[in-house]
């Protein structure tokens, strides 16, 4: 959960400061810990499941103007589906446009 903290613009004041915050798995959150208190990054892929973790957290019941125009709402059934072009900067469209 998103902690508002301060003043100023929105991603100043709901910046996540936890990893709480930002994970909710209980095996990321150790994973991510163990990483700190370690000082040692895993070299390994992280599971899929962290990913959509922070995904929904960060962007569940966010509504955005897309890249190519169109627009998406994340966590409605209707929303549009994304497609992000990875590279040094992202770029993200529709679905539709991705194709
Ligand atoms: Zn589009």
Do not use: Q
Not at 40 to 64: A, N, Q, V
């Amino acid at each position: 959960m998103l902690v508002k903290r301060g003043e100023g613009d929105f991603s100043r004041i709901y910046r996540p400061c936890r990893i709480s915050e930002v994970v909710g798995n209980e095996r990321v959150k150790k994973i991510i810990a163990n990483a700190f208190e370690t000082k040692k990054i895993p070299h390994t892929y992280s599971e899929p499941e962290l990913l959509k973790d922070i995904l929904e957290r960060i962007l569940k019941g966010r509504k955005f103007r897309l890249e190519c125009g169109h627009h998406v709402s994340f966590g409605s059934n209707l929303g549009n589906d994304i497609t992000v072009i990875n590279g040094k900067v992202f770029k993200i469209i529709c679905s539709l446009c991705g194709h």
